[in-house]
C-alpha cells in the first residue's frame, strides 16, 4: 500500500485474490466430495447445502476480481484447474469415507478452508476503507455467512466425533 496516499497496489491486491481463486477451486471441490461421502448419512444435508454455498462464494470471489478489473492471466488458470483436480482426490480422506480418521481429518480440512477464506472477507473489508471499488457491505455479507460455515461445520465436526472414533464391535 503506498502510504502517502491510501491507493492500494493492484499488483499486490491481484496475487492476493489469485491465490484465493486457486485455493477456492480446491475448496468447492472438497465441499463437494464430502457431500457425496457423506450422502444419506446425519451430516449430509449440512454438507450439500454448504458446497452450495462454497461455490457460490468462489463466483462472488470471481464477481469482485473482475469488478477490480483484476482477472486472473491465462498462465495461473491451469493452477486453478490443477488445485480442483486436488480438491476431488481430497488427499485428506482419500477413501472419502466419513468414518474414522480420515473423516474427521476431511472435516477440519473443511474447517481450515472456511476459516481461510473468512479471513480473505476480512481483509476486503479492511481495504474497502480506503480503496472505494471494494463494496464493504459485499465484503461483510461474505464474512458473515463464512462464519455462519464455521459454525455449522464446527457443530457437526464436534457432534459426530464420537462415532468416528467409537471401537467397533469386530
Known sequence: MNES????????????????????????RLFEQAAKSWNGTPQGATLSHLAVEVSADKAALHEISDQLHLHMPAYKKPLSWISAQLGTMDPLNPLHSPDGASGQLALEGLLSAVTGKSLLWKTLMVLSRTDERIDPATANGLLDRANEQIREIDALLLDSTPERFAKSDG
Open 5 to 28: 496516499n491510501g491507493t492500494i497496489d493492484d499488483k499486490s491486491l491481484s496475487a492476493y485474490l489469485h491465490s484465493h481463486l486457486i485455493a477456492a477451486a480446491a475448496g468447492e
